[in-house]
């Protein structure tokens, strides 16, 4: 149970934080802009140009995607670090240490290098984004939706025959679920 309370603390701050990027908070995000260029100073100018380039509007709206995508990859890789350590932990009650402790110490260890990750990728992601092909993006995504996936539409076909979509299944198989 106590190991529990480690990653209820960890989803909490993650889950906040992911909350108030969706509730499109402009102060959160600047500021979450803030100290993911902090200590870089030509940074500042770089993301500036690219408000001015893309409008602020749009540049927050990609801004609020980029950061979303990168919470949601990069928490899934750490609840995978967490129960690996989860198990890892156990095998150090051996060395006489205890393993609450030591994952209580590993946890937090991972879960800075996850922010620190986190905010690299950020600026990466930022830095490497084409404010042409950004701002068109984002102006036909907002009038444009994107077709559901459709199965090919086929001749009447036996349920045992050769699919003809060429796959070499049978069409029951295949496309004729």
Same mark, same amino acid.
């Given at each position: 149970?106590? &190991?529990?309370? /480690?990653?209820?603390?960890? %989803?909490?701050?993650?889950?906040? %934080?992911? %909350?108030?990027?969706?509730?499109?908070?402009?102060?959160?995000?600047?500021?979450? *802009?803030?100290?993911?260029?902090?200590?870089?100073?030509?940074? +500042?100018? !770089?993301?500036?140009? =690219?408000?001015?380039?893309?409008?602020?509007?749009? @540049?927050?709206?990609?801004?609020? /995607?980029?950061?979303?995508?990168?919470?949601?990859?990069?928490? /899934?890789?750490?609840?995978?670090? !967490?129960? &690996?350590?989860?198990?890892?932990?156990? *095998?150090?009650?051996?060395?006489?240490?205890? #393993?609450?402790?030591? &994952?209580?110490?590993?946890?937090?260890?991972?879960?800075?290098?996850?922010?620190?990750? *986190?905010?690299?990728?950020?600026?990466?992601?930022?830095?490497?984004?084409?404010? $042409?092909?950004?701002?068109? *993006?984002?102006?036909?995504?907002?009038? $444009?939706?994107?077709?559901?996936?459709?199965? #090919?539409? @086929? =001749?009447? /076909?036996?349920?045992?025959?050769?699919?003809?979509?060429?796959?070499? +299944?049978? &069409?029951?198989?295949?496309?004729?679920?």
């Amino acid at each position: 149970m106590e &190991y529990d309370d /480690v990653l209820n603390f960890q %989803r909490s701050i993650v889950y906040g %934080r992911r %909350r108030d990027i969706l509730a499109s908070h402009r102060e959160t995000i600047d500021q979450f *802009l803030t100290e993911i260029v902090k200590g870089i100073p030509e940074s +500042k100018e !770089m993301i500036e140009g =690219k408000r001015q380039k893309l409008g602020e509007e749009n @540049f927050h709206a990609v801004l609020r /995607v980029i950061i979303l995508q990168s919470i949601d990859l990069l928490w /899934v890789d750490h609840l995978e670090a !967490m129960d &690996y350590l989860r198990g890892s932990v156990n *095998l150090r009650a051996y060395g006489q240490r205890d #393993p609450l402790v030591e &994952y209580k110490k590993e946890g937090l260890r991972l879960f800075k290098e996850m922010q620190q990750a *986190l905010k690299r990728q950020i600026f990466q992601v930022i830095s490497s984004i084409d404010t $042409t092909k950004a701002s068109s *993006l984002t102006t036909t995504e907002a009038t $444009t939706q994107s077709p559901s996936p459709k199965t #090919p539409e @086929f =001749k009447k /076909v036996g349920r045992n025959d050769p699919c003809p979509c060429g796959s070499g +299944k049978k &069409y029951k198989k295949c496309h004729g679920k």
